[in-house]
């Protein structure tokens, strides 16, 4: 299996613009979460869904950011407008089964926002 | 709330010896699970081992192995046989069946192995 796969791996952009991260979890898998990692807050989950529909988004941290899931196989993060405190690593990770399942983690997504 | 506490920011080992990492936890469940993640400089996460709070017997993964106490709610990992390549930052978390599952990670330990 190739495991769970983000692009960009590395995003540079300007304060203001649109940003679109992408992710194709394990196939199988039922559950994909968003996480994000930066030196203040460490790992935070920002979203998760289970067969497509999102069931936790309490971690998203404002309206500027938003996540779907248009089917099983593909995952979308947007930021708009971007702003430099967003820069961080993002992860996806996905599961098999119940949320206490084994989550397998992407290779992130290293954003940096000027 | 549940929170995850890893109490060495930082720790080194001589190749070839053992490291123990700190992780302690806090909930009010009695059902959970409990994991190690590493992440190596190229930054990918990595699950190390897992660990049922249903479970008395601590989990093994070849070199690496746990001390599960919980009724003092710690669980450290054991790396026997150091080899550079577990030189990375290693996270404990914790996952609240209850709780919508999610992940809550812990602050994280970089472990250097030196040659």
């Known amino acids: 299996d190739a495991g769970v796969i983000q692009s960009p791996r590395h995003e540079v952009t300007e304060m203001g613009q649109e940003v679109t991260l992408r992710c194709k979890p394990i196939s199988g898998h039922d559950y994909l979460f968003w996480y994000r990692q930066t030196m203040m807050r460490g790992l935070e989950l920002l979203i998760y869904?289970?067969?497509?529909?999102?069931?936790?988004d309490s971690g998203m941290p404002e309206d500027r950011f938003s996540a779907k899931m248009p089917n099983a196989s593909f995952s979308t993060l947007k930021i708009q407008p971007s702003e430099p405190r967003d820069s961080a690593v993002y992860f996806c990770?996905?599961?098999?089964?119940?949320?206490?399942?084994?989550?397998?983690f992407g290779p992130g997504t290293r954003l940096t926002v000027l | 709330a549940q929170t995850v506490t890893q109490s060495q920011p930082e720790m080194s080992v001589q190749e070839a010896e053992t490291v123990t990492l700190s992780c302690t936890y806090d909930t009010s469940e009695n059902n959970y699970y409990l994991f190690w993640y590493k992440q190596p400089p190229s930054r990918q996460m990595i699950l190390v081992i897992r660990?049922?709070?249903?479970?008395?017997q601590n989990a093994t993964e070849n070199r690496f192995s746990v001390n599960f106490q919980k009724a003092a709610k710690s669980f450290s990992l054991k790396i026997s046989d150091s080899q550079l390549g577990d030189t990375a930052m290693y996270f404990c978390a914790f996952n609240d069946p209850s709780n919508t599952g999610k992940l809550i990670f812990g602050q994280g330990t970089t472990l250097q192995v030196k040659p």
């Open positions: 660990q049922e709070a249903y479970k008395q």
């Open positions: 869904f289970n067969n497509n529909v999102p069931i936790d």
């Open positions: 990770a996905s599961s098999w089964g119940t949320t206490t399942d084994t989550q397998y």
